[in-house]
């Protein structure tokens, strides 16, 4: 018996190291770094009123939460890189309704995972995930600046005094956040473009298949699992993204006291790696065949801007906050990552697909409810998310729950929840939580009635009467009316 937990407790800290080692080698480098040099350079070189000019606190609210929906929906990333900008434009001054918006709708609708669900789940299924998501992101949004109107006009005070006298963002500080950007999209859009191999190499080094073939054995590699194993290019990217923290820790951490050798190194070392991570890479057994496709040389040509940026367009103050700044939201962001992915590739373990027939295979309240729940402990990145819904659907899921499930997966991940409540506090957090599985369920029993043969009709009133009920909620809570009323009153 005693073998017999020891084995099992085995088996599940295997997963989880086997879930994190995939994750860090696939998803952290063309995602999540870039994400982290955006939020920092956003913090750093932005002027507050920028920000605050469309998603402030007191930007009139018909442009501050379309503005927000269309900066997620424009952006359109994974919910691991949208915390790092989320973080960063709150920290600078974003209203706590706007951000909320934000961070809901960025990877609800991120174009890539919307298109692939068309095509293998159906294209009325990727509308409805649009729609919705836009429509209860904004929602989500104002109940939260609703409810949380005192502590976010607190947080606005402080951003006001944190970022006085930041008024001015000159042309190379803007270019140099739109490389960030650039580099960002090369590194993750599938255009044919981008994965097109321009030109190919064959290098003569044996045993590279072995050590694959090994990796795959360690960490299994199995799509309808949404297991992606380590490859042997992802193997050498953790080690350098061990090599990066470490130069970072002695270069940057300490760079208020003065730039350093190693804060050069550390800076050098992400653009190689970032270089590595976007090559073709197959191993054979003659050796590895090296594809330079046009993501590679789009990310070849963003490195080198930027390079030359930092070292001719910045300020040595700008350079020295916008690295300060990214490295802050990584020493804030990445632990709590490392640790909520790890946990959920524990869980994933112990949850079997297979009973998803039985709880949510009906468009029901606690179906809608039990596809949020599998939102939260079976996260799988953008992407890896709908062969997942496809093997749910033919594991018997109703399409309502399988809705409320792919609105809630990026939404509320474990490390997605872990990550916000370290940014916005526990409480702000876990409200956020409880509305979105709310609005998640809502939104899969919206679906599931139309599948089941509502008219669209009845549906659209649903959602335009659930909408009304949100306006009219803020309407008479809004503090602008109640001193309004006051004054008539008088």
Known sequence: MFTTIIDFVAHLLGSGLGNLAAYLAAHVLLCLLPAFYIAGAMTALIPKETITRYLGRNTPKIISYPAAAAAGFLLAVCSCTVIPLFAGIYKKGAGLGPAITFLFVAPAVNILALSYTGTVIGMDLAIARLVLSIAFGIGVGVIMAMIFRKADAEHDKVTDAMFEGHAAMHRSALIFLLVLVFLLLAGTFQTDLLKTTYVSLDIPINGVDHIQNWLFELVPFDPSRGEEGVTAQGAVLILMLILIGLASWKGIEPIFEGFNSWTWISTALVGFTLMIAALGVVPNPEGITLSLTGKFFGVFISILALGWLLKYGLTEDETRNFLWESWRFVKQ??????????????????????????????????????????GVFMYFPTLVEV????????????????????????ELSLQSILITASIIGRLKAWVYVAWVSLFSTLAGLLYGAWVDGIGLEIVALYLLGILALLYAAFWVFNPRNESKAVTTHS
């Open 333 to 374: 962001i990445f632990p709590l990552l490392v640790v909520g992915v790890f946990v959920v590739g524990m869980i994933r373990e112990i949850i079997q697909p297979e009973w998803i027939q039985t709880l949510a295979g009906s468009n029901t309240i606690f179906g809608n409810f039990i596809g949020v729940v599998f």
């Open 387 to 410: 062969p997942i819904a496809q093997m749910f659907l033919s594991l018997g899921m109703h399409r309502g729950p399988l809705l409320a499930y792919l609105i809630s997966d990026p």
